[in-house]
DNA sequence: GTCTATAATTAGATAGAC
DNA sequence: GTCTATCTAATTATAGAC
């Protein structure tokens, strides 16, 4: 997590072994109200979450979150660097590299195709496993405000420069199709996360999105979309 | 407006003249409350809207919300009724229909590649011009509730039946690219509207999405994306 | 129909015992 | 660190004068 905002801590050159009991306590705490706020935050939004609801969940009392965060406003931040190291997590997991040789840890190589494709179809599979990330974005960026702010400026200005500069070098190249780069970091995120951001409302129209049949042919339809016919790798 | 909720109104057959000023003034409240509402639950979601907020974009006073609409509730079904209806007026003005001639009132002619190329184009323009419509499904869609319930029932069910048979049909008979019409429909909602439901957080990336050289440069991007290269229409 | 005033709830945050 | 009890402010909805 990249958040500041920490519980109070003791200093930790010498911990009482009573007291090492008590701070794993408060680190359960902690960690079940970040679970809880995201489930809370991604289902019903900053605004329609009460801090009473996030503690029920988290099984511990309201108070607890002013202690272990400053404020409701400290607490969806954390929430949300939490989210997002999940999503680069999940990323990582799902990565299925298609050549020969996948890349390896801290790999710098230019931009192909074929790491874009597999690139696109980790994404499917990570939005698809955690929602909550594309929920709580698609709550907090249809208005302005701090928190949208925050954000943009934590998180998605390197992914947005990333993914737009991978996609004009491919683009160059011709590599995939000719569609300006906004464009198509928008209609890619959209097409991607729009089917698990909405899956209560698919359920009601009887699709069940969660499916790994339809995840997959996700998949695969968005990459004959973007990257163009001959391998939809 | 196909909503049931109304201000009582006096018996159309014989109006007193004051009392078309009254009424007139009334059907002016109502609107303005209407309006009010839609920007305000797009922009906040409805548990982070106020009915102060709504009231006082309004220029009238709280309490006239619940004279006017019989709560809260019953105000965001009236608003999103006639979000549907101002959806389905831009669809309309914005069909450009590209054979020698176009479909003509009340048109029952089977869906053809031509005409489903326009119904997207048009569908890019009105959701740029109306973000507030999918703002407002994306912010209700994502968790159960009985507004999910009321929306799904109300006006979703009946165009995403319309949409996938649609799409059926074209994928039938090879007019479009190969995709399960489910799959087709959430990844064509979510990349054509994504842009302009996050249009402040893409105003903060540097983007103007609702420039209408971002517009027509993302329809011309669906087209080649779902229906294939041939005849970007 | 519109207004002021207010009732009834619920929100986030704090005080202080343990 | 965790708990109970509570404060202050904001919420939706209603009462009743005009």
Redesign the interface.
Known sequence: MSTAERAPTRPSHQPAPHLRRRQARADATRTALLDAALTEF???????TSTRAIAERAGTHQPQINYHFDSKDALWRAAVDHLFDRLDEAMRSHQTTDGPEGPGPDDVTPVTRESFAAMIRAFVRAVAELPELN?I????????SSR??WI?DHH??AR?RLLTTQWSELRAAGAV?D??P???Y??????????Y??A???R??G?D?SEAS?IE??AD??L???LGEEDAA
């Open positions: 991604a289902a019903n939004g900053f605004e329609g929920r974005m698609v709550l907090e960026a249809t208005m302005d949208l702010a943009v998605t200005t947005y199709r569609i300006d906004a464009v198509a928008y209609s890619l995120i959209g097409a991607a996360s729009l089917a951001v909405n209560p409302e698919a009601l129209l699709q999105t339809f042919s996700h339809a968005l004959s979309m973007f």
